[in-house]
């Protein structure tokens, strides 16, 4: 399996941006289709986003069309969630996954193979 690592959560302001990385170690990155889950207190945990082995295709939730993007460098092993213009509603632990099997883009968590510890991130004035 490989083993994830995120970053880059933090406090930010209604409006603003962050950037979160998944660091990839152990088997083929680019072997892995990878997605971004969130969960919030008291909440289940919630698909963000999911992008293909390559990177060329990706898929969102409704939620955060248009304000987040997924995006890989298979040379840096990594995985980004860039996050503009937050929301209160945003606020959550967020997860990166790995996905080996054949169908990319599931919004299922049981369908993922490996998951991070998770980066928290915090919308607020």
């Known amino acids: 399996q490989v083993q994830l690592v995120e970053s880059g959560g933090g406090l930010v302001q209604p409006g603003g941006s962050l950037r979160l990385s998944c660091a990839a170690s152990?088997?083929?990155?680019?072997?892995?289709?990878m997605g971004w889950f969130r969960q919030a207190p008291g909440k289940e945990r919630e698909f963000v986003a999911a992008?293909?082995?390559?990177?060329?295709?990706?898929v969102y939730a409704d939620s955060v069309k248009g304000r987040f993007t997924i995006f890989r460098d298979n040379a840096k092993n990594t995985v980004y969630l860039q996050m503009n213009s937050l929301k209160p509603e945003d606020t959550a632990g967020y997860y990166c996954?790995?996905?080996?099997?054949?169908?990319?883009?599931?919004?299922?968590?049981?369908?993922?193979?490996?998951w991070g510890q998770g980066t928290q991130v915090t919308v607020s004035s």
């Open positions: 996954a790995a996905y080996s099997g054949s169908t990319w883009g599931s919004d299922d968590p049981h369908e993922y193979d490996s």
């Open positions: 152990g088997r083929t990155f680019s072997s892995y289709a």
């Open positions: 992008i293909s082995w390559s990177g060329m295709n990706t």
